[in-house]
């Protein structure tokens, strides 16, 4: 595989699905299988691609990194380039105070930089595209993590980095859905104890009505009361 514009070599370019993927039934976990599928053999290089117009950076976004890094492991993130995108929706002082951020939150780029990954920008061009592809050319082919944890160390899906990743993220949104259906429970309570409240008020009112219109009923019934006096009545 040559670089690109010299020689003949083909490239094979694959868009792997993203963690969290929008379509329906497809599952975090089906993800992790389809992309240690494609992975088990080697690869040349792995492409990250974060928006720099992202004012931040989300919970979703945060554990989508930690999965790729889990991936890949610490001895393939050479073979990555961190790519930043949408640079024409920003302003060049934005672009350049989030690539910093970037570039040095540990919870963000940081600890893959440090151990090999680059980052690179990319403007829209052909020209943006071929620099970033020939540099990735130029690494050497790399097994990456969860194919060695899988083909060499024998280990179950759950049993990788990445699979154990994916497990603690499932448990965390487990225990966060959790609160938020008891704490649902207990707002379906409260408005219930209201609405029992307000309805018994309701009830409370709708009897005294009753037993009022009752009243006029007997009062109708009795009549008026014709004494022998003629002219007098009660």
């Known amino acids: ?9 083909s490239i094979k370019l694959v868009d792997t699905p993203g963690f969290d993927d929008s379509r329906d039934g497809v599952t975090d976990t089906d993800v992790l299988k389809m992309i240690a599928n494609f992975l088990e053999n080697e690869v040349t290089g792995l492409i990250y691609v974060h928006r720099i117009s992202d004012t931040r950076v989300g919970g979703k976004s945060q554990n989508n990194l930690r999965m790729f890094h889990k991936l890949c492991g610490e001895n393939s993130l050479k073979n990555v380039a961190i790519i930043t995108t949408m640079w024409d929706k920003v302003t060049a002082e934005e672009g350049q105070q989030r690539e910093q951020e970037l570039r040095t939150e540990p919870n963000l780029f940081k600890p893959l930089l440090e151990k090999g990954a680059v980052m690179e920008r990319y403007d829209g061009t052909r020209q943006s595209a071929s620099n970033i592809i020939d540099y990735l050319l130029s690494r050497e082919p790399t097994t990456v993590q969860i194919v060695r944890e899988l083909v060499e160390e024998h280990k179950s899906l759950e049993e990788t980095a990445a699979g154990a990743e994916l497990r603690s993220i499932i448990n965390a949104l487990l225990e966060k859905h959790k609160k938020e259906i008891c ?16 309805m018994m008020a309701e009830k409370i009112k709708a009897e005294m009505e009753v037993a009022r219109l009752r009243k006029q009923l007997d009062d109708l019934k009795r009549g008026v009361i014709v004494r022998e006096k003629p002219g007098v009545i009660e």
């Not at 595989?1 to 070599?9: D, I, N, Q």
């Open 1 to 9: 595989m040559g670089p690109t514009g010299t020689g003949k070599s």
């Open 183 to 198: 704490e649902m429970q207990e707002k379906m309570k409260r408005e219930v104890e209201e609405i029992r409240k307000e």
